[in-house]
């Protein structure tokens, strides 16, 4: 019943390539159907566009904004939703505090780098005292209540209740942007060709380098998360408690400082997507309910309990409403949400989530 | 031998009452319910508008919409967050296919058009939100159905063809008919007392039916209920248009005692107040959502002025929303009702021993 753990392949010892084999064997139809899209894609967004195609999708340079927006988006989403499905992969508890963690961390970060003017030192505080409170959470409440999913789930509304009434008090209404540091600033060239002058000359996709650098730091962090589930010991204790935490504490194995652990490590991620939050948007009342809702949605689509699930999730969600917000600007969420309403319909349990 | 005793007790009651009249017991046995329809029948007669509407008024049409998430939630064990949002698209609707200020936006259809019109669509929607999340279990129910909720007030806030974005629909009146403006204070107190008492009777005798039985067997084991033969799904999927029908109502009736509708009216925070109205007032019986409606109008009404008084910041009223709503989770599970029964049954035990 492993949820964290996405593919079957790779747990079998089998190896990626083999499953991506054996599943173009028995799909060849759907494997080149698939095949064409991508080829398509990787045409649509390299080379420069036929006049007809500016004609129904506006401008080039609009699209592949969007589309990048959308994938760096993605990589904000991931790292809030990764903590969410983790915890709620090992404990089963929903923390609907999770998007009170995330603006609390963001906030603690640019009180940080007010302070000592380094960007990167917010992150470690953020990282710090998110994980503190999720400490807290877990030591004083929730171990007393295992078990009693509903109840737990209630327990953290009331504290997000309690939580954003508080942040509210201390930082009050606005809005309040990150600053990006001078190293990360200004615009970075892509080799992506938006245009072609009239005289020939290509013009070149112009991209915000911070954007770019916290979408790569969020691909190291999941590839980093993956190998610690999959290559080390503490992650090999997780999985197990995941399938069967009774049979792991059984077996003499610390399964509450385990949960201390996972919730410690999630909130305090969920406190560093505040940073990269509050330096892609900005931080505000109502931030809170905004991410929790992207976990929520990121987690329903990718399969509740699973990482590699969190990141495809996150990337199509982050995509879908970036794109909607170009081009569908009324019905953008709707977007997500038929997404959402689709996923559920076909597969229940989520993209690469398992029954 | 207690056990035989009050089994006597209970046989010897059946007895009288077949000769001394079923009408006198039925009344004795429902005297809290009976005093109190007549204490809200008379209501209008000892209060003042401001009690009428802002007290009364609210905590009956919280109270309903509560229902609806009570129903799911205690009889199907389907925590749906959802209900609050099917009652604001009820509430959309009539702006929308009624009357407001926005005539490029509202069809101006009459009442009677417009209301089963909003209805029918409020239905298909928790209907849909039923089906949605009816195939999965337990605690996958509240997330889903909060990301739906999330979404429609991301939708209304942002969309501006038909739900006029951020400002909403403002100057929706409550319909004329019978020759009584049943906007008026107190036409549309009796109105809205009618229709929550409507809905409590009605989720009370729908608990007692086959229907609500077998729902609640869905939610004891499920499992178990497929086996013998019921369809699990189609139950809850039912249970999801019953109790939306309530909150649709109730939705209907919030918009002509409010005037206006807005995204805010469906924002994240009502969406959960709504479910702590539920949670404090006890998932156990229809009576806890109106519990829980009075607990929380009188906290938003007055709670300011209680905190200012005591020389606290009366901003942090959520602060102190939150915490009630933690001490009941943590210490009373079944809510305010469930306090009220424990300390009934303790006294009643008690008399019996003091009696013996």
């Not at chain 1, 953020?126 to 994980?131: E, L, T, Y």
Request: aromatic share 12%.
């Amino acid at each position: 019943m492993s949820t964290i753990f996405g593919d079957d392949g790779a747990a079998q010892g089998g190896g990626r390539g083999d499953a991506l084999g054996r599943w173009i064997g028995r799909h060849p139809i759907w494997a080149l159907i698939i095949a064409v899209a991508v080829i398509f894609f990787v045409w649509l967004v390299l080379a420069p566009w036929p006049t007809g195609f500016e004609d129904v999708l506006g401008k080039k340079l609009i699209f592949i904004n969007a589309l990048f927006n959308g994938i760096t988006l993605g990589g904000l989403y991931f790292l809030v939703a990764t903590g969410f499905t983790l915890i709620f992969g090992l404990m089963r508890n929903v923390n609907l505090a999770h998007g009170s963690l995330y603006l609390f961390g963001g906030y603690m970060g640019y009180e940080a780098g007010d302070l000592t003017g380094s960007w990167l030192f917010g992150y470690v505080i953020a990282f710090i005292s998110c994980a503190i409170v999720g400490i807290a959470m877990q030591f004083l409440i929730f171990r007393r209540m295992e078990g009693q999913d509903l109840r737990q789930t209630l327990v953290t509304l009331g504290l997000s209740i309690i939580f954003s009434d508080l942040m509210v008090w201390v930082w009050g209404g606005n809005a309040i942007q990150i600053d990006t540091p001078e190293y990360l600033e200004g615009p970075i060239a892509t080799p992506i060709i938006v245009a072609v002058k009239s005289s020939g000359e290509s013009v070149f996709l112009y991209y915000p380098r911070v954007r770019l650098v916290i979408f790569a730091a969020a691909v190291v962090i999941g590839i980093g998360m993956w190998l610690a589930l999959n290559r080390t010991r503490v992650g090999v204790m997780i999985r197990a408690g995941v399938d069967d935490r009774d049979m792991l504490s059984v077996l003499g194995y610390r399964v509450q400082l385990l949960f201390v652990l996972v919730f410690a490590f999630g909130a305090g991620l969920a406190g560093m997507a505040g940073i990269v939050g509050g330096t892609f948007q900005s931080l505000s009342l109502g931030e809170d309910s905004h991410f929790l809702l992207a976990s929520l949605v990121v987690v329903i689509v990718g399969g509740m309990g699973s990482i590699p699930g969190a990141a495809l999730g996150a990337l199509i969600i982050g995509v879908s409403e970036q794109i909607g917000t170009v081009y569908f600007q009324n019905y953008s969420t709707v977007l997500s949400f038929l997404i959402m309403v689709i996923v559920l319909a076909l597969r229940p349990q989520g993209l690469l989530g398992r029954q | 031998m207690a056990l035989l005793q009050t089994a006597q007790e209970g046989t010897l009651g059946v007895g009288t009452a077949q000769r001394g009249g079923d009408f006198s017991q039925w009344v004795s046995r429902h005297a809290a319910i009976l005093l109190l329809g007549l204490f809200m029948l008379l209501f209008p007669v000892i209060a003042n508008d401001f009690f009428l509407r802002q007290i009364a008024g609210w905590t009956m049409i919280l109270g309903m919409i509560a229902l609806s998430l009570t129903f799911l939630a205690g009889y199907g064990g389907m925590v749906s967050l959802a209900q609050m949002t099917v009652a604001g698209l009820a509430g959309y609707m009539i702006a929308v296919f009624g009357v407001s200020s926005l005539p490029k936006v509202s069809l101006f259809w009459p009442w009677w058009a417009a209301v089963p019109m909003a209805i029918v669509i409020a239905v298909a929607f928790g209907t849909l939100a039923g089906a949605l999340s009816a195939r999965t279990e337990g605690i996958y129910t509240i997330m889903i159905t909060l990301a739906l909720a999330t979404s429609f007030f991301y939708l209304t806030l942002q969309n501006w063809p038909i739900f006029n974005g951020f400002s909403g629909f403002t100057t929706i009146p409550a319909p004329h008919f019978f020759g009584v403006d049943w906007g008026a204070p107190v036409p549309l107190y009796y109105m809205i007392l009618f229709f929550a008492a409507l809905s409590y009777a009605v989720v009370l005798y729908v608990s007692r039916a086959p229907f609500g039985l077998a729902l609640q067997g869905v939610r004891d084991n499920p499992r178990r209920m497929e086996a013998i033969g019921y369809n699990v799904t189609a139950h809850r999927i039912a249970a999801y248009a019953f109790a939306a029908v309530i909150a649709a109502v109730g939705g209907i009736l919030l918009v002509w005692q409010n005037n206006q509708i807005s995204p805010f009216s469906v924002g994240v925070d009502v969406v959960i107040n709504l479910l702590i109205i539920a949670v404090v007032g006890g998932l156990g019986h229809p009576i806890g959502p109106f519990v829980g409606a009075l607990i929380y109008v009188f906290l938003r009404t007055f709670a300011l002025d209680a905190l200012v008084a005591v020389g606290l910041d009366g901003r942090r009223f959520q602060t102190l929303i939150g915490l009630g709503f933690l001490v009941i989770v943590l210490f009373s599970p079944d809510g305010v009702v469930g306090i009220w029964r424990r300390l009934r049954d303790r006294a009643r035990s008690s008399q019996r021993t003091s009696r013996r």
